[in-house]
């Protein structure tokens, strides 16, 4: 069940759905504009966020962001009569999605010819059933590096970030609230033969969100996390990044040195983000990342 929750008098967000991949869809509400953040995965999950919205008496949304070019973030889009900002990166990978069909057939093909990968390709079926009308709107504005939008009262800083889930992934700061919508920056690159991270733009994405000052961050397709949450997800994080560098690779290696640095067994959460460093190191070494 999707619920609006409040955060500060001025970030809502609208909670996450794993089954059809909806993610987490914010709302900045300054004293002259709301902002909201990514459009969501259908016109349908657009609509129902700005039902909410509306709902709890939150004044409408005028413009919005999109922090990357996955259809969960952006195939909400048409519904939007609004301005919508993206990086200009965005843009160019969503305006390769235009052309595209959105059939089974043709999902399908684009899962056996490695374009579309089996997880994005069975939500999409499932969010959408048959009835299947995605068209791809383009955003009206873009930036490069960085944007300032100042709504009243509230700052929001648009940063593009990059990282190994997707090169265009931008973060969105309320500066005021110390929020950092970190959209899914920080999770692994899903369209490879294998999830992976890879330890060089990992460390260099931590040090980027490092420069800000939160005390919240929002994961798309998780939860809003305290600063402590965070940190321990960042430390896993980098911990793992440089014992694959530094081990190269060597998984069992790796997970012996974890297993000292914390000096207890390794967890789920753990062993997972390791695989995905060794599977980046693998795929580094055979040139297909
Ligand atoms: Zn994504």
Same mark, same amino acid.
């Given at each position: 069940m999707q619920t609006l929750k409040k955060i500060t008098d001025r970030f809502w967000y609208q909670t996450p759905v794993s089954e059809t991949d909806r993610p987490i869809l914010g709302a900045v509400i300054g004293d002259k504009m709301t902002l909201?953040?990514?459009a969501g995965n259908s016109e349908a999950h657009a609509s129902y966020f700005l039902s909410e919205l509306e709902k709890h008496h939150i004044p409408a949304p005028s413009m919005a962001v999109l922090? %990357?070019? %996955?259809?969960d973030h952006i195939f909400g889009l048409p519904a939007l009569d609004m301005l919508s900002i993206a990086s200009s990166l965005t843009k160019t990978e969503m305006e390769r999605l235009k052309p595209f069909q959105w059939t089974d057939e043709a999902l399908d093909?684009?899962? /056996?010819?490695g374009v579309e990968i089996e997880f994005c390709a069975s939500a999409i079926k499932k969010e959408f059933g048959s009835d299947r009308d995605i068209k791809i709107k383009l955003p009206d504005i873009?930036?490069?590096k960085r944007l300032e939008i100042d709504l009243g009262g509230v700052t929001c800083q648009l940063q593009h970030v990059?990282?190994? %889930?997707?090169a265009d992934s931008v973060v969105v700061y309320i500066k005021e609230e110390k929020i950092l919508f970190l959209g899914d920056a920080i999770y692994a690159n899903l369209y490879s033969s294998k999830w992976n991270f890879t330890s060089g733009r990992m460390l260099k994405l931590l040090d980027s969100i490092e420069k800000f000052d939160a005390d919240t961050y929002i994961l798309s397709h998780w939860k809003a996390l305290s600063r402590a949450e965070y940190m321990q997800e960042a430390e896993l994080l980098r911990k793992a990044a440089q014992l694959t560098m530094q081990l190269n690779g060597e998984k069992a290696e790796i997970k012996k040195a974890y297993r000292a640095y914390k000096n /207890?067994?390794?967890n789920e959460n753990e062993l997972e983000v390791i695989e995905y460093f060794v599977n980046g190191y693998d795929l580094e070494q055979k040139k297909e990342l």
């Amino acid at each position: 069940m999707q619920t609006l929750k409040k955060i500060t008098d001025r970030f809502w967000y609208q909670t996450p759905v794993s089954e059809t991949d909806r993610p987490i869809l914010g709302a900045v509400i300054g004293d002259k504009m709301t902002l909201m953040i990514d459009a969501g995965n259908s016109e349908a999950h657009a609509s129902y966020f700005l039902s909410e919205l509306e709902k709890h008496h939150i004044p409408a949304p005028s413009m919005a962001v999109l922090t %990357h070019w %996955h259809w969960d973030h952006i195939f909400g889009l048409p519904a939007l009569d609004m301005l919508s900002i993206a990086s200009s990166l965005t843009k160019t990978e969503m305006e390769r999605l235009k052309p595209f069909q959105w059939t089974d057939e043709a999902l399908d093909e684009r899962v /056996r010819s490695g374009v579309e990968i089996e997880f994005c390709a069975s939500a999409i079926k499932k969010e959408f059933g048959s009835d299947r009308d995605i068209k791809i709107k383009l955003p009206d504005i873009t930036f490069e590096k960085r944007l300032e939008i100042d709504l009243g009262g509230v700052t929001c800083q648009l940063q593009h970030v990059g990282g190994d %889930h997707s090169a265009d992934s931008v973060v969105v700061y309320i500066k005021e609230e110390k929020i950092l919508f970190l959209g899914d920056a920080i999770y692994a690159n899903l369209y490879s033969s294998k999830w992976n991270f890879t330890s060089g733009r990992m460390l260099k994405l931590l040090d980027s969100i490092e420069k800000f000052d939160a005390d919240t961050y929002i994961l798309s397709h998780w939860k809003a996390l305290s600063r402590a949450e965070y940190m321990q997800e960042a430390e896993l994080l980098r911990k793992a990044a440089q014992l694959t560098m530094q081990l190269n690779g060597e998984k069992a290696e790796i997970k012996k040195a974890y297993r000292a640095y914390k000096n /207890r067994e390794l967890n789920e959460n753990e062993l997972e983000v390791i695989e995905y460093f060794v599977n980046g190191y693998d795929l580094e070494q055979k040139k297909e990342l």
